[in-house]
């Protein structure tokens, strides 16, 4: 299914209906959105490799042609664990009070954190938020396997490349809304599923 709006309003509205009780994520700032052009094999590599696994919840993401991060929450023998994974800024250098390093190498950093609030705290200091997509407004983050599964079907449904402003993803189907960078805004819906 694809529908195209005129109103951001309507989109945004329209998206939160189908959307219903499905884990999401929305853009941090919904006029810039998301780029996704790099999403597809930054999901691809990052499950080939093992840094993601597939039951892993994905709770912030930002993916730019240049960088990448995220937060995800990872099952532990110690309960939930949210992880930030992202580049090894030099400068401001940034304190980690509440969260244990795992590593620290050469242009990328992972810190672990006991509460979700400080690892999303922490992302949004160290990417200042820009083009970065959080679980919102939902009982619980998405699921990587599903992200995997239905992103690259949405993405295909696409007339022109758009920025990413929100995405639910369930197992049977899903749902994103695009923006438009176009003088005259205009927001695509795209769902995809299992049911019709």
Not at 24 to 46: H, I, K, M, N
Request: net charge negative.
């Amino acid at each position: 299914m694809v529908r195209t709006f005129t109103d951001r309003a309507e989109g945004l509205s329209h998206f939160v209906l189908r959307a219903g009780e499905a884990p999401r994520l929305l853009a941090f700032d919904d006029a810039l959105g998301c780029p996704v052009e790099t999403a597809l094999a930054a999901l691809e590599w990052t499950g080939a490799v093992g840094i993601l696994l597939e039951d892993d919840l994905l709770h912030a993401a930002r993916l730019t042609s240049e960088t990448a991060a995220a937060v995800i929450e990872r099952k532990s023998a110690e309960g939930r664990r949210y992880v930030y994974l992202g580049p090894r800024l030099d400068a401001p250098p940034m304190d980690v009070f509440e969260g244990a390093v795992l590593f620290d190498e050469p242009g990328v950093k992972a810190v672990e954190f006991t509460q979700r609030a400080h690892a999303l705290a922490h992302f949004l200091r160290a990417t200042a938020g820009a083009g970065a997509l959080l679980a919102l407004l939902g009982r619980r983050a998405p699921e990587l396997r599903h992200l995997r599964r239905w992103l690259s079907p949405i993405i295909n449904q696409l007339d022109v490349p758009r920025p990413l402003v929100a995405g639910w993803f369930a197992a049977s189907n899903a749902g994103c809304l695009f923006g438009s960078s176009d003088p005259e805004p205009t927001y695509r819906y795209v769902e995809v599923g299992l049911e019709p």
